[in-house]
C-alpha cells in the first residue's frame, strides 16, 4: 500500500556540545492507529539531508509506510540556511565517533518522544537505516552498535575509511594539524582536523564498516553504480562478502556514478533513471524486511 498524504516537519535535537542536529520528519497519514516503522536517512561527507532530490527520495520512501527521518549531523558544516557550507570550523572538527553517537542520540529522542509527528503513529523500536557513502559507512557501525535498528540499506557505501587517506593527507596532519579540501560545488577550501583522523585510527574498531560488518545479523542490501568515480563498487562487494547476516545482497547499478545520476540542486519533475532505480530498490528492500 502507498499513503499519498504526508506529514513533513523539521526540528532539532541537542548535543552534549550544544550543537543541533537538525531534521526533517516524513510521516505518511493513515487516519488509523497503523503503527509505521521508522528508517533513518544519513548524507555523506560534504553532504546534508537537504543535498539534491534527497527529500524527494525521503518522500517517495515515506509513501511505501514509513516514518523517514533525515539528519544534518551536527558537524557537517550547514549553517542556519538548509544549503549553504556556514560553519566550516565545525566540519574541521568532524568525526566519525561523534557522528555514530548521534544517531544514539537520534534513536533517543524517537523513542522518548522528543521527535515525532502528531499526524501519525510511529513504531520507534522497529528502526531501518539508509546512508550515502559516508554515511553509509556509518550506518554499518550503527546497525551493528544500536539493537533497535532492524534493516539496513547503504548506497555507494564506503568500506574502510583508513584507506581513504592520502599519503598528502596524512603528511598535512603529522606538520600542519589539519589537511585541506576543496568542494568542487562551492569552491569552498574545507579544513579537515588531525582528530579525524586519530579518532578514526583510535577507534576503528567500532567506527570502521567493514570490520562491524561482520557483527551484523539484521536484513542488509548494498547498492553501489558500477561507473562510481569517488568510491569504487568492489567497496560495496567486500561489505557484502564480509556481512555476517543472512539475509544480505548486493545490487550494482549499470552507468551509475557516485550519486547515481543526481546533482545538486535537483529541480527536475523526475529522477534520473539511476537514482529511481536506487530508490526502488531501497524501497521494496524496507517493505519486505522492516515491519
Avoid at 76 to 84: A, H, K, L
Avoid at 166 to 176: F, I, M, Q
Wanted: glycine share 8%; hydrophobic share 35%; net charge negative.
Amino acid at each position: 500500500m502507498e499513503y499519498d498524504n504526508l506529514s513533513v516537519s523539521s526540528g532539532q535535537i541537542f548535543t552534549d556540545e550544544e550543537l543541533p542536529i537538525k531534521y526533517d520528519l516524513y510521516s505518511p497519514i493513515s487516519g488509523t492507529a497503523k503503527d509505521f516503522p521508522v528508517i533513518i536517512f544519513l548524507h555523506g561527507f560534504k553532504g546534508f539531508k537537504d543535498w539534491g532530490p534527497f527529500p524527494d527520495a525521503c518522500e517517495d520512501l515515506a509513501r511505501y509506510g514509513f516514518g523517514v527521518l533525515a539528519i544534518n549531523f551536527s558537524h557537517n558544516g550547514i549553517g542556519n540556511g538548509r544549503t549553504e557550507y556556514e560553519r566550516l570550523d565545525l566540519f574541521e572538527k568532524s568525526t566519525l565517533s561523534k557522528d555514530l553517537d548521534e544517531i544514539g542520540l537520534v534513536i533517543n529522542a524517537l523513542q522518548t518522544g522528543n521527535i515525532g509527528d502528531s499526524h501519525s503513529n510511529l513504531n520507534t523500536d522497529t528502526i531501518g537505516i539508509v546512508g550515502h557513502s559516508r554515511g553509509g559507512h556509518t550506518a554499518v557501525a550503527a546497525a551493528a552498535e544500536y539493537e533497535s535498528i532492524q534493516c539496513l540499506v547503504t548506497w555507494a557505501a564506503v568500506a574502510d575509511y583508513l584507506e581513504r587517506f592520502s599519503d598528502k593527507a596524512k603528511s598535512d596532519w603529522e606538520k600542519k594539524g589539519f589537511t585541506e579540501i576543496e568542494n568542487s560545488r562551492t569552491g569552498q577550501k574545507m579544513k579537515v582536523d588531525r582528530i579525524w583522523w586519530d579518532d578514526t585510527r583510535e577507534n576503528a574498531d567500532r567506527l570502521i564498516a567493514i570490520r562491524r560488518v561482520k557483527d551484523l545479523v539484521v536484513p542488509c542490501l548494498f547498492i553501489h553504480g558500477r561507473e562510481d568515480e569517488a568510491v569504487p563498487y568492489t567497496d560495496s562487494e567486500k561489505l557484502e562478502i564480509e556481512c555476517g547476516a543472512k539475509n544480505k545482497e548486493l545490487r550494482l547499478i549499470s552507468k551509475a556514478g557516485h550519486t547515481f545520476g543526481a546533482a545538486h540542486p535537483f529541480e527536475d519533475e523526475f529522477f534520473p533513471p539511476t537514482f529511481k532505480e536506487l530508490v526502488d530498490h531501497t524501497g521494496a528492500w524496507f517493505r519486505q524486511y522492516l515491519k
